[in-house]
């Protein structure tokens, strides 16, 4: 009689058939399902066909846990101890000069990760904590990741474009303001009270006019174009929701 081998790997003997499509499975291959075993094949199939959990701005739901959040506090953290510890070559490489933007585009993101003063790096990821892990939750973690870099590119693509070619910027403040305008877009188009929001922004930006050395032109880049992503993810969502209803 000839002895059963799994279908995986003939050299081994098959234990079970598999569930779905009747070929015979070596233990290595069994993969525990509602009844009975599956091949890999079978079950992998089966996981892609069960719908993924949506979080409420249509992004895929992958816990509660911020780790985007974290990832960010954290980069902003290890380049400022890089800065303050390094040479000042590594600054010079790091912040936004519009004029060297044309040969050295990485200026408009990596300036947004860059700080020097230990009050700035603060308030900015204080800021950040507050209001990230609510957003990461709505729209989870692909959707807040593309919204926080987007954010952090528009503030330096608006100091490209607004400010002085030779001055220099950086600092988190644009991503957190595109934080922000999104928390100020989905919680009015919710009808959640927004005034602590506007608040907040009215603050930040008589500070931005009024204080020296401050970049408004990269705050309101990056408020507006957090406000714009927000935007165009709501109408992502209700076109999802709208199709799911027809």
């Known amino acids: ?72 506090i954290a980069l902003n ?9 390094g040479s000042p070559k590594l600054l010079n490489d790091l912040v936004m000069v519009p004029v060297l933007v044309d040969s050295e585009p990485w200026r408009l993101l990596t300036s947004a990760f860059t700080h020097v003063q230990i009050f700035h790096i603060f308030s900015n990821l204080f800021m950040l904590w507050q209001v990230g892990p609510i957003l990461e939750q709505m729209m989870g973690q692909v959707r807040y990741a593309v919204l926080y870099l987007l954010s952090a590119l528009g503030g330096g693509v608006a100091v490209w474009l607004l400010g002085s070619p030779g001055g220099a910027t950086l600092g988190a ?21 927004v005034t602590w929001i506007i608040a907040y922004v009215a603050i930040t930006a008589v500070i931005s006019f009024a204080v020296p050395n401050i970049s408004w032109e990269g705050h309101l880049g990056g408020f507006v174009t957090g406000a714009a992503v927000a935007w165009l993810f709501l109408q992502d969502t209700k076109r999802r929701r709208s199709k799911v209803n027809r």
């Not at 233990?27 to 066909?49: I, Y």
């Not at 953290?77 to 510890?85: D, E, N």
């Not at 403040?173 to 009270?193: F, P, T």
Request: contains cysteine; proline residues 7%.
């Open 77 to 85: 953290v290890l380049v400022f101890i890089a800065v303050r510890s």
């Open 173 to 193: 403040s644009g991503a957190v303001l595109g934080l922000v305008g999104a928390l100020l877009v989905i919680s009015k188009a919710r009808g959640m009270d």
């Open 1 to 72: 009689m000839t002895e059963t081998v799994c279908y995986r790997h003939p050299d081994r003997p098959a234990g079970v058939r598999c569930q779905r499509c009747d070929r015979p499975i070596c233990p290595a291959c069994m993969n525990s399902a509602a009844v009975g075993f599956q091949c890999p094949s079978c079950f992998n199939e089966g996981v892609k066909s069960i719908p993924r959990t949506r979080t409420s701005l249509g992004g895929v739901a992958r816990g509660n846990s911020p780790y985007v959040t974290w990832t960010m």
